[in-house]
């Protein structure tokens, strides 16, 4: 069971090309909601700023992971410059708010810890640098590879170690998992989901909690406004909306929905596209 794959394909996620040059000063971000970096830093020379915290210095060759919930700014430190290549990714509004990722800050991986991606890392740099016809998805496909190369580090050396990604990958839980991802608009319960992985109630209920941060219901109703969301900004029915993700009726999705974010499904939608196309 491909948990990680089949997790991403149900979210639509993707890399795109950002950014790309020699930065002077201050790289501010200004980044929609849900929106996550990778970051390559060639050469070192600078440094992450963060409100409220000491400044890390990047003075290696490194890439950095920063999430959704990270607020951050980059600095160059040194009078030359630094040189960078940014990636984006998608995750969604309802991800950056109670969706439980695992990943709350910055992630540093420094290039000499990182054998298994150089090669990837050089061929981003290559791609980048020579402006061949089809640079820009050539790129994109290059960084999402990296994406899924450093959430396997970061699972694997302990820096993501809760969440829906250590749970999927570290876990007992990828059939209950995998069942939420693929079917939301089943009358989920904890007891059958705790049968999927051949664990009483009681237990099912304190691994998930301790593993992936919420309870099984609370990540099932996060899992539905996510998929929600999707469909409402692809202007499908409230009432189609509703069924697909395991709703009894039109109104008791938008009294859910109502509670998850402060507005009726409507109301969201119209906000959510004016604010992406502000960007």
């Known amino acids: 069971m491909d948990l990680l794959s089949n997790f991403f394909e149900n979210i639509h996620l993707s890399g795109h090309f950002f950014y790309g ?100 890392i050089d061929a981003i740099i290559d791609e980048f640098n020579k402006h061949d016809s089809g640079r820009s998805k050539a790129l994109n496909l290059l960084f999402e590879y990296v994406l899924i190369l450093l959430i396997r580090n970061a699972v694997d050396k302990n820096k993501i170690h809760k969440g829906v990604l250590f749970a999927m990958l570290k876990t007992k839980l990828a059939p209950a998992l995998n069942a939420i991802h693929d079917s939301p608009d089943k009358n989920w319960t904890i007891d059958n989901l705790a049968q999927l992985v051949n664990m009483s109630r009681t237990k099912f209920s304190e691994f998930f909690l301790g593993s992936v941060g919420v309870t099984p219901i609370g990540y099932l109703t996060s899992w539905r406004m996510k998929r929600a969301q ?40 119209t906000m959510a596209k004016v604010s992406n196309t502000s960007y």
Request: negative net charge.
């Open 230 to 269: 999707e469909m409402l900004l692809e202007d499908i029915q409230i009432k189609v909306i509703a069924s697909s993700v395991g709703y009894g009726s039109q109104a008791a999705f938008t009294r859910a929905f109502l509670r998850e974010f402060g507005q009726p499904p409507s109301e969201w939608c």
């Open 21 to 120: 040059g020699k930065l002077h000063g201050t790289y501010e971000l200004n980044k929609p909601p849900g929106t996550t970096f990778i970051h390559i830093i060639s050469e070192g020379g600078i440094d992450l700023v963060r409100t409220g915290y000491s400044n890390i210095a990047v003075n290696n060759p490194s890439v950095l992971l920063c999430p959704i919930t990270c607020k951050y700014k980059l600095r160059s430190n040194k009078f030359s410059g630094s040189n960078i290549i940014t990636a984006s990714f998608d995750f969604g509004e309802q991800m950056g708010n109670s969706f439980p990722l695992g990943i709350h800050e910055t992630i540093i991986f420094e290039l000499s810890e990182l054998i298994n991606i150089n090669p990837i």
